[in-house]
């Protein structure tokens, strides 16, 4: 599947998801959307060799299951996912979930705004971004 590009949205709440999907369709980018809704699902699908890897992951912290903290570990102690682009999305405003975050190596640390158009303009800009502006390191090369 190469030139695909994905986005895995790892989501619980149905209302960010569904403005999420808005905004990606507005974009024309929403054939680009994976979800999953717990951080299981985020793992099952990120660490299965069969799946293609998503360019971006938008990682919500409270999630069921295993939380966006532990996902985040885990994706980076993977030799398959460890360099893959994460961006923390979430309502947490909490100043441990934000050094949490950076120290288990997130890539970017956005709070969802609580708008729904600032929420839709903050997911537009975070896909033209990182689906057309960043150069993603090649998976599974070491340096």
Not at 28 to 48: C, P, S, W
Not at 100 to 125: H, I
Request: hydrophobic residues 40%; contains cysteine; charged residues 25%.
């Amino acid at each position: 599947m190469s030139g695909t590009k994905l986005i895995l949205l790892v989501e619980d709440n149905p209302d960010d998801e569904e403005l999420t999907r808005i905004a990606f369709q507005e974009n024309g980018m929403l054939d680009q959307l994976v979800v999953a809704r717990d951080g299981v699902e985020a793992l099952d699908y990120l660490l299965n060799q069969g799946k293609p890897l998503p360019q971006l992951v938008l990682l919500d912290l409270k999630l069921p299951k295993l939380d966006g903290l532990e996902v985040l570990k885990r994706l980076r102690e993977n030799e398959r996912t460890r360099l893959l682009p994460v961006v923390v999305m979430t309502s947490s405003k909490q100043e441990s979930d934000l050094i949490a975050s950076y120290s288990l190596g997130c890539n970017s640390y956005v709070p969802k705004p609580v708008d729904f158009n600032q929420f839709t303009d903050a997911v537009r800009q975070l896909g033209i971004y990182w689906m057309s502006l960043n150069i993603p390191a090649p998976q599974g090369k070491k340096p």
